[in-house]
């Protein structure tokens, strides 16, 4: 056995957030940890590698007791954990990250730069990938920084390694990509702790799993002895009912609420399109395909250079920032969270009301209005069933799937009329992602809402989408009812034209 | 420290140290305040003359000046950005108003010049390091050293002197035996305890100084809340340059200049984030105070003048670390 952890307890003052927790990981096992937010995957991975110092229980690693190491002693008995945020240096080039910390020396004592180089090209060849060590990583795809990541654990001798959700915002090439990396280097080996949203990835890679649920570990279960419906009940506690979008509606809209006309700017060129009341669009496209690109310009965060775009019936002036977008009332939920959507330090009212104080919340002299705020901050607390023990609660102490639920209250708060969700899903839970998805459906069938819908999981794109855009180049390629497609079908037609080599790494 | 604990006995641990976690985040949350008590016992207790009234009254005029100064400044703490031009802008403010003042200009009128100057100091600052990228710590170095040399280049190295009644009234008159000086100073902390409470700009100072990014997705413009958190600071500045000149009754070449280190520590002892997004004004006032009581204590202890900006200096590390030692243990 490589790794014990065995009844581990852990609280944060009144809070338990563990109890009891048991998992092992064996020599050359890839071990998935899986659960909902805030069920304590976080902090089980923070004990295993010695951030968090003060817990109850025992961890062991080949059969020594390392509860008295600390992180830094951990890694150098090979406990190399690998964040969700990376923590590579983007402006350093590919090898100098590769080395970080253990520059060699020439006679004079100088770093030696020839060695560096040297060392990566042999590291990157011995581990299979092919990029340039000389490139700067911030130049890299994000799937070649992720695993630039496993090598650098790899690198510092990890015999453990422990993935958080290193899936996060690739595409399904990128993915299977990843995961061919990662089998590769078992068979070396190496153990991983993986840690995902993902149930179908889980079960095609991992030998073994265990669900976190409400702080207690339920461990053992084996690859091929548990299906999916089995393991959502599992992490869940209940079965979750995903959502199906009922097709009579989707086909009923026809009144136009946004229309886009001959939009040209960085990464757009000439897009038109349109998107009727109360109809859910999903975009499809690669990254610099203007599937993003689009979004955030109609939001104002992109500059658009070019075009016409009317609301309503009404005029819809270029934004040139966020906020002319919000006031003509369409609003963007972005892809990064912890960059462009909280602000942890505030509570989760001061938060949802961030896009409506200079509107809704107005009171003469600049005063906030308060009762509203409350008022206003409540409604979409329990609506959208964040868990967290009240809206005074410090928005940095929520859970990944509560946190997003907040942003997403943040901008239904401005009452928008066309609203732009960019992966609103990312690292949220089953049961925080029906949810949010029911809501949508709700919304755009009550009160008239229309969405603009990314997301590179395409089966939960398909399930909310009533048509779908493809770009590529910038361009709009195909403009398609979605008349019970399928996830193949939505590739198929996004690398139609795609088949050049060089556009997946 | 990992420690094993024998299952059995974990619950009642967790119980008690819920308990104490409590009572401490409380204590660090008022860390400043209890300090000041602490200071003030202390020194009341070597030296009983410290309970006077007159010693207590003292304590507020001689602290009127920081105060307002660091409240400006907090502003821009708050936005996560800095502002070192402050005693400059005092300095030179002061010093255009007063020369003004003795070539006929009315006194109430370079009042307003001073504050206005300041203020428009201050929107330069904030444009400069909002919409033109500047970096505030030089951009603010390089304005403070412009308008310290300005004055020197104003008063020839004299100081500039013989104001009006009227002008020196708010900083030397008192009414029913009380100071004037402190009531200002008092009612700008109360005026900018609603702001931050209860105003959009309030809260989106503290949004922007919290998550820029975020802020300015969600439809806040991040630029002009920094300007404005600039031109607050400069104004303050320029108000607390007429209350210290209005105290002293002069204004000296070197006029102001060695408030910059305490005013900053006043901010960070009282809880205000260098980083941005945390802050409180009930901190800040402790910490003003909490500095003015050490330095006059350290005098009515009659401890050689020759001690007291390093035993000051000590005081202002201990408060440091005190609140480094907080945030560290109240991470988790």
Redesign the interface.
Known sequence: MLLKVS?V?K????K?VLTDNNLEVGKSEIHALVGMNGAGKTTLVRIISGV?????G?IIFEDKNI??LSVIERQNVGIYVVPQHAAIIPEFTVAENIILGTWPKDTLGMVDWKKIYENAEKVLHDYGLDFDPRMKVRDLSLVNQRKLNVVRALFSKAKLVILDEPTTALSSEERDSLFKFIEAQRQQGTSFILISHYLEEILRLCDTITVNRDGRSYTGYKKGEIDEATLSKLIVGESVKLLERSSEEKLKTKKVSLEVNGVSGKGMDNISFTLGRGEVLGVVGFPGSGAREICRAL?G?NTISKGQITLNGREFSIPK???T???QKI??V?FDRH????????SIK?NI???I??SR??KM????N?TKEIENANEYFKTLAVRASSINESVGNLSGGNQQKVVIS?ALS?LPEVLILDEPTVGIDIKSREEILALIDHLTKERGLSVLYLTNDFNELLRISDRLLFFEDGKLIVDKVNDGLTAEDVMQIRDLKDLKEGVLN | MSTKVNLETSTPKTKQSLKSSNIVSLLSNNIVWLLLILAILIMGIVNPIFFSPSILQNILVQTAVLGVLTAGLAHVLIIGEIDLSITGVLAFSAGIGTFLMNRGLNWFLAIIIIVLFGLLIGIINGILIAKFKAAALIETLAMGLILEGALMALTQGRSIINFPDAFTWIGKGSIFGIPVLPIPFLLVYLVIYFIWKKTIFGRSLFATGGNPTSAHVSGINVDRIKIYAFAVSGALAGFSGYLLSAYMGAVTMTFGSDLLMYTLAAAVIGGVSLSGGRGNISGVLGGVLLLTVIQIGLQVLGISSYFVTMAGGAMIFIAVMIDATKTRYLKY
């Open positions: 009844n307890n609280s944060f003052g009144s338990i968090i110092d003060d817990y109850e025992d509860n008295k939001s965060l920032d966020p906020k977008a919000v006031n609003i963007y972005s960059k462009e959507g909280v602000v942890q330090l505030l001061e009301s961030m896009s104080l200079t919340l107005k002299f600049g005063f906030i308060k943040k401005a």
